[in-house]
């Protein structure tokens, strides 16, 4: 615990220098939601914290820097990713939390990369802070926030179904393009919903 609570605060040190402050205080609501979560699920609490103290680390450049960054340092993204470089700090991030911050945890690794897209057959941590990124209490924008934010201490799958399904038609009414791996997501969680629906018609 010692050990784990001296890296998180090295990592707030660092990141309070190279992030804006409202940046800052975003990770920071983060980790603290993702823990809150990982308490309700029985999640690592020491991968939670430092998952969602990282998962914006490479969003501190332009969208275009970022993308130069990427290529610098051969950093793998798809073509479709490169087309909505608005996804790629998670790439970067990734690759930061590995390179700059020492993370060697594959689970966060992988948390931290599909924060922003989602993927199918999410495990446990990266929901979390898929989820945390989205409801965490700074946030304000989303119309359905009181809703998601109560159905994440309930079902976790249907959070990211409820949450990708918004995206996406908040996406395509701005006519914005949209990753196939977040589109991947939402029919996957798509067919769970589906399955616990008929489940439900059944009784």
Known sequence: MTETMNLVLSYRKNL???LDPMRYEHSLSVSYTC???AMRYGCDLGKAEIAGLLH???KRYSDQIILKKCIKHKISFSEEEAET????HA???????QHKYGIQDPE????ILYHTTGKPAMSMLEKIVYIADYIE???YKAE???EIRALAYEDLDETMYQILKGTLNYLEKKKSKIDPMTMKACEYYQEIHGQKERKKGER
């Open 137 to 139: 209490p700074r946030r």
């Open 144 to 146: 359905n926030l009181p």
């Open 56 to 58: 914006d680390c490479g």
């Open 85 to 88: 470089p608005a996804v790629l």
């Open 35 to 37: 823990m809150n979560l």
């Open 91 to 97: 790439n970067y991030g990734a690759w930061l939390a």
């Open 16 to 18: 309070e220098m190279k």
């Open 108 to 111: 966060i690794l992988s948390a």
